[in-house]
């Protein structure tokens, strides 16, 4: 997995390439850290529309910065294109708890707005 993140005021944006898996979740989650870090309140933006997979461990650091993110007051946004990842936050629930977008585009106006 490769991870890029770069700062847009008011927000952050990651934007995650490859699998969301045991390997790749510890790369996403170090630049989860450091931006989560840096931002108080957070506002966060993670693309995962290049991220064709995802398991228990990558939702885990997907379920973990919500938790994080929420209890600072802050927002997150996943950017999800259809496929795996929207299917298994449906199938789990957690549909009803992330906040997503279908482009990047979409989440920097959502976010702007609430600027």
Same mark, same amino acid.
């Given at each position: 997995m490769?991870? #890029?993140?770069? #700062?847009?005021? $008011? *927000?952050t944006v990651l934007h995650a390439v490859g699998d969301l898996d045991v390997a790749g979740a510890p790369r996403l989650q170090a630049a989860l850290d450091q931006v989560l870090a840096s !931002?108080? $309140?957070p506002k966060l933006v993670l693309d995962l529309t290049d991220v064709p997979f995802c398991d228990s461990v990558g939702l885990g650091v997907l379920v973990a910065t919500h938790s @994080? %993110? #929420?209890? !600072? @007051?802050g927002r997150? =946004?996943? %950017? *999800? !294109?259809?496929?795996? =990842?929207?299917h298994l936050l449906t199938i789990t629930n957690l549909d009803r708890h992330f906040e997503t977008c279908s482009s990047l585009l979409e989440a920097r106006a959502v976010l702007g707005a609430a600027a």
């Open positions: 490769v991870v #890029r993140s770069w #700062r847009e005021e $008011p *927000l !931002a108080d $309140p @994080h %993110v #929420r209890h !600072a @007051h997150f =946004i996943l %950017v *999800l !294109a259809p496929g795996m =990842i929207s």
